[in-house]
Each structure stands twice: as C-alpha cells, then as structure tokens.
C-alpha cells in the first residue's frame, strides 16, 4: 500500500479512535455506530479492537461507563491521557514541548481554545487524522508514552484498552531504543514534580478538550 493511501487509512481510524476517547455521553451511540463502520474498512489489528470496545460501550449503561472513565483516566495517574506527561512529568520542560504542539496545530491552520491542552490523546487524534502526515509523526514521538499508557489499561482491565490496542496497530512496531523508553518509563515514572510550570495543571485537574479547524 502506497504511503497516501496508508494515511487515508490511518486517517479513518484515528478519527473513530480519537471519538472513543472521549468523556461517554448521550452522543456515544453515534460514536459507536461510526466507530464499527471504519472498522469494516480497517486491517483486522486495528479493527478487531475497535469492535471489542464498542460491544462493550454499547452493552454498559451509560452512567456506569462514564463512571467508570472518570476512575480510569482521572484518577490513575498511569492511565493520564495527556502524552507529553509520560516524558516530562509537570515539569518546564513539559511546558515547552506543550508549546511545541500548540506551534505544530498553528501551523496547520488548527486552533485550541484557552482550556484546552494539545497533548490531550483524543486531540492528538483527531488532528492526526485531519493532518496525518504531521500526525504520523506526533505518535510516533510519543510512541513510548502510548504504549505504557497501553499497558497500563491493559493492567486495570479496562475496556479503553482496546482502544488504545487499535492506536499501537495503526503505528510502526517498537524499535529497540522506544522499547527501553518504555522500560524506563515504567519503572521510573515520569520526572519529579518542578515549579515553574504554570499555567499548565496537573492532567487529573484538566478538561478533556477537542482540538477545532480554522481553515
């Protein structure tokens, strides 16, 4: 398969992926109806997961599933959905690479309201699937961070998991030095906590945001 048409691929299924990752509420059956129909379009790696999430969402009542989101991803600081948290901990330097990213969606003609963050996962996502050329490459540098989040769904046996077994699917396998990273980030966590990082807060106290075109 051509790059172009690996993208258009990947494209469709960061799009249903950033959507699953997102707060379930009344929208979620369309999120999941959307969801199963790219999966119909995707290899079996990236599609299979998608359907496990979904018969899961779909047979879970509404308030238990998003109780059961808040416990996941917003008190489980190994479950943090915001990427760059897994390198720099709340530290400057997590500061400058949030700046980065805002930089990297500017470019792109792509905006986030003052609230929300741009390593956010399901903004990530979605801009990935807007731009994946750029967003191929976003993932890839926060390949370590996805997979230990990955691995830490899979842990507590949550059903996001699948999820996020469906993002890995979409990306290249791990080289030697990510699979390190991973190791160190596992055992190490991430950097000790440092002052000077406002006005960026902690990611348990954070909106899930949604990144918004301008073009």
Not at 40 to 52: D, F, I
Not at 82 to 99: M, N, P, Q, V
Not at 167 to 178: F, H, K, N, Q
Not at 186 to 207: K, M
Request: hydrophobic content about 40%; overall charge neutral; aromatic content about 6%.
């Amino acid at each position: 398969m051509s790059p172009t048409a690996t993208h258009s691929r990947n494209a469709l299924a960061w799009q249903a992926q950033s959507l699953l990752l997102a707060y379930p509420d009344e929208q979620l059956s369309d999120r999941l109806t959307l969801a199963l129909r790219v999966a119909a379009s995707q290899p079996g790696p990236v599609a299979h997961p998608l359907g496990r999430f979904a018969e899961h969402a779909g047979r879970t009542p509404l308030p238990e599933l998003a109780a059961d989101y808040v416990a996941t991803f917003d008190h489980r600081r190994r479950c943090c959905l915001y990427l760059t948290y897994y390198a720099h901990g709340d530290t400057r330097k997590r500061g400058i690479a949030l700046l980065r990213l805002k930089q990297t969606y500017a470019g792109a003609g792509w905006r986030l309201t003052e609230d929300e963050l741009p390593d956010h996962l399901a903004v990530v996502l979605e801009f990935a699937a807007a731009e994946p050329a750029l967003g191929t490459r976003l993932l890839t540098d926060h390949r370590a961070g996805l997979e230990l989040l990955r691995l830490a769904l899979r842990d507590a046996a949550s059903p996001w998991a699948h999820v996020l077994d469906s993002v890995s699917a979409t990306l290249p396998a791990l080289r030697g030095d990510e699979r390190e990273a991973v190791m160190r980030l596992a055992a190490q966590g991430p950097p000790e906590e440092q002052v000077g990082l406002d006005p960026y807060a902690p990611p348990q106290f954070l909106p899930d945001p949604t990144v918004r075109g301008t073009r």
